[in-house]
């Protein structure tokens, strides 16, 4: 059976490397005998070769990249890089960045082959099909897809597990994770009543009781 996937997006945060470190740290040991759950977690760039993930049961992950190896690309980071310093997986084509960044479905889409072709794993956000079929166009491979409902996301609200499910059935990839205000206590159903195989967690992942809680009752209904 495969694992379910619990991936933390820790978006724009924390301020300092300490905190980072304290932060994963915590999950790191809160987490040491879930057999169930694959965690990943997302820090932003200037953390990810400062943590000491190889002796971890934590895989790393980026929250962006650009679509070049190398070149005249002013503040980018490209697949290659993020490779070099321990990534195996990038968050591409989050909503935040389709709203401030005025990231395009093209240019997701470029993304998504760079990282592909780099050896990375991407998990594609999409808010609806369309935006599904379009950055994902031209890729055959078995991509990791997180359906985030704009309206979800860092409100607090999230998107009922019976609506949710109704997106999940309509996808039709191995992997589809849910994402959008996942805390604790509706945790679970994403993955049991709705079928996803997988959460993406934005803020419930800063806290690190609360992401433990949440990756601990997964790994337990997992089992069930
Ligand atoms: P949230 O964010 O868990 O804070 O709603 C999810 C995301 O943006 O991936």
């Known amino acids: 059976m495969k694992k379910i996937l619990i991936v933390a997006?820790?978006?724009?945060?924390?301020?300092?490397?300490?905190?980072a470190k304290e932060l994963f740290n915590s999950v790191e040991k809160g987490i040491k005998n879930v057999k169930n759950v694959e965690v990943i977690i997302c820090p932003p760039f200037?953390?990810?070769?400062?943590?000491?993930?190889?002796?971890?049961?934590?895989?790393?992950?980026?929250?962006?990249?650009f679509w070049e190896v190398r070149g005249a690309?002013?503040?980018?980071?490209?697949?290659?890089?993020?490779?070099?310093?321990?990534?195996?997986y990038v968050i591409l084509?989050?909503?935040?960045?389709?709203?401030?960044?005025?990231?395009?479905?093209?240019?997701?889409?470029?993304?998504?082959?760079?990282?592909?072709?780099?050896?990375?794993k991407p998990i594609l956000c999409v808010a609806n099909l369309s935006q599904l079929e379009e950055s994902s166009k031209g890729i055959s491979e078995?991509?990791?897809?997180?359906y985030e409902p704009v309206f979800?996301?860092?409100?607090?609200?999230?998107?009922?597990?019976e609506t949710a499910k109704k997106m999940r059935d309509k996808i039709d990839y191995p992997r589809v994770l849910y994402g959008g205000s996942v805390n604790s206590q509706n945790a679970g159903n994403y993955i049991k009543e709705a079928g996803f195989e997988g959460l993406l967690i934005g803020?419930?992942?800063?806290?690190?009781?609360?992401?433990?809680?949440?990756?601990k009752g997964v790994d337990f209904i997992s089992k069930t």
């Not at 820790?10 to 905190?19: A, D, M, V």
């Not at 078995?142 to 997180?146: E, M, Q």
């Not at 803020?203 to 990756?215: D, N």
């Open 9 to 19: 997006n820790w978006k724009c945060n924390p301020s300092t490397l300490k905190e």
């Open 46 to 65: 200037t953390f990810l070769g400062n943590i000491e993930y190889k002796t971890s049961n934590i895989k790393l992950g980026a929250q962006d990249c």
């Open 73 to 88: 690309f002013t503040g980018e980071i490209s697949p290659t890089m993020l490779k070099n310093l321990g990534a195996e």
């Open 93 to 120: 084509g989050h909503s935040e960045r389709r709203k401030y960044q005025k990231e395009t479905d093209g240019m997701v889409n470029k993304k998504m082959k760079a990282v592909i072709s780099a050896g990375l």
């Open 142 to 146: 078995k991509i990791i897809v997180a």
């Open 152 to 161: 979800a996301i860092g409100t607090g609200k999230p998107c009922p597990p």
């Open 203 to 215: 803020g419930a992942s800063l806290a690190s009781k609360e992401f433990i809680e949440i990756v």
